[in-house]
Nanobody, 124 residues
Framework: QVQLVELGGGLVQAGASLRLSCAASGQTVSGNIMAWFRQSPGEGREIVAH????????FYTDSVQGRFIISRDNAKNMLYLQMNDLKPEDTAIYYC?????????????????WGQGTQVTVSS
């Protein structure tokens, strides 16, 4: 089992920045893929970004490209999401996801564990 805990959400105004963190613990293994998904009220959960083990493969959904930065620190079992120039449409619960597979994927079904989520609210 792998436990994931997200931190860093909050209420900010449009144009502000936030940094989300995700701490992984338990039976983590090297070579894993990690990702951030988000879910807005009344919507399905969507991929925000994913990152490979060494960070050589990174994907961003179009709506956050150029504003968000995903990164990881494998020594600390941490995943991060730096969110800049936040917009009201970024309002959602953000979830950290973990995959034991060794290939990057935007498909939520390829991920094995996820956290409880952290709320991000952006006011206009």
């Amino acid at each position: 089992q792998v436990q994931l805990v997200e931190l860093g959400g909050g209420l900010v105004q449009a144009g502000a920045s936030l940094r989300l963190s995700c701490a992984a613990s338990g039976q983590t293994v090297s070579g894993n893929i990690m990702a951030w998904f988000r879910q807005s009220p009344g919507e399905g959960r969507e991929i925000v970004a994913h990152i490979s083990w060494h960070g050589e493969k990174i994907f961003y959904t179009d709506s956050v490209q150029g504003r968000f930065i995903i990164s990881r620190d494998n020594a600390k079992n941490m995943l991060y999401l730096q969110m800049n120039d936040l917009k009201p449409e970024d309002t959602a619960i953000y979830y950290c996801y973990y995959s034991r597979r060794n290939y990057s994927s935007a498909y939520i079904g390829d991920y094995d564990y996820w956290g409880q989520g952290t709320q991000v609210t952006v006011s206009s």
